[in-house]
């Protein structure tokens, strides 16, 4: 019997379904980054803003990437549901603390991911994680440089608005 | 035509010369490519069985529409259960098939 599913897939049909739940966490991602910037439009915080403005607008790429990789390689792509969105902060720190959280849970995510793909020997794949496995490690220590600046400057009075001139500043200057 | 799968209602088929799928359901048989074959399995994954028990889908049934609309189905309990037990079956002897060709 010829192996018609690898005819048509280059891609383990166990590793399409985590890279499909893969999409609907950047989906997700794309989407609580959205709140994020509004709560911190309607917070006069317009650096903060337009940093998870741009944000979300990474998580949507993340996730077409990984959309067309399925598509192009043979597998079905599924247009992601996204739910429970929180667009409930106490304050700027709060946000960046989730944010940061949310990049662990999405590194984990990847690396279960490669986890899989050398369980079963798919090395297409799991060459192609390689960039979210950087990428993973970029977006944590962004975060980790806006949490550092909650420690450093405070945000009693101007400290917040001071800190918020300082948010451009803490995405790093990556070649692409 | 080679027989992939045999569960209680249905039977998937493999035909090599057409490059190509076949289901048995207890009033037709359908041909169905690979992408195909995909969806359908993404339509039985996404069952949710536990609905036919706590109340939620009172009627017990499923409908299903297959091959870009072109096949409409409706299970009831025990064939929704059957199915789900079926294209697991179904992609782990396409898998087991992969493993025997790569390793010839
Ligand atoms: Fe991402
Ligand atoms: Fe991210």
Known sequence: MKDLVRQKLSIHVDVMDLLNKQIEKEAHSSSAYLAMASWCDHNALSNSADFF???????????????????DNGGTAFSPEVGNVNHDFKSLEEIFETALDQEIAITKSIHNLVGKCR???????????????QEQMEE??????????????????????????RIPQIRDKRPE | ??????????????????????????????????????????????IDLEAHFNGENSHGMEMLMLCNRQHFFVF????????KEFITGTFAMLELNSLLTASV
């Open chain 1, 140 to 165: 944590e220590q962004t975060m980790r440089r806006a949490l550092e600046l909650f420690d450093l400057m405070g945000t009693d009075g101007l400290g917040l608005k001071l800190l918020d001139e």
């Open chain 1, 119 to 133: 369980k079963l020997n798919d090395y297409t794949t799991e060459y192609f994680l390689q960039w979210f496995i």
């Open chain 2, 1 to 46: 035509m080679k027989v992939l799968h045999q569960s209680q209602f249905f039977i998937s088929y493999q035909c090599d010369k057409q490059r190509s799928f076949f289901i048995k359901f207890p009033h037709k048989t359908i041909k169905l490519g690979f992408c195909q074959l995909l969806a359908f399995r993404q339509q039985v994954k996404e």
């Open chain 2, 76 to 83: 009831n309990t025990v064939e929704s259960i059957d199915l």
């Open chain 1, 53 to 71: 403005y741009e944000q979300s607008a990474e998580e949507r790429e993340h996730m077409m990437k990984i959309f067309k990789y399925i598509n």
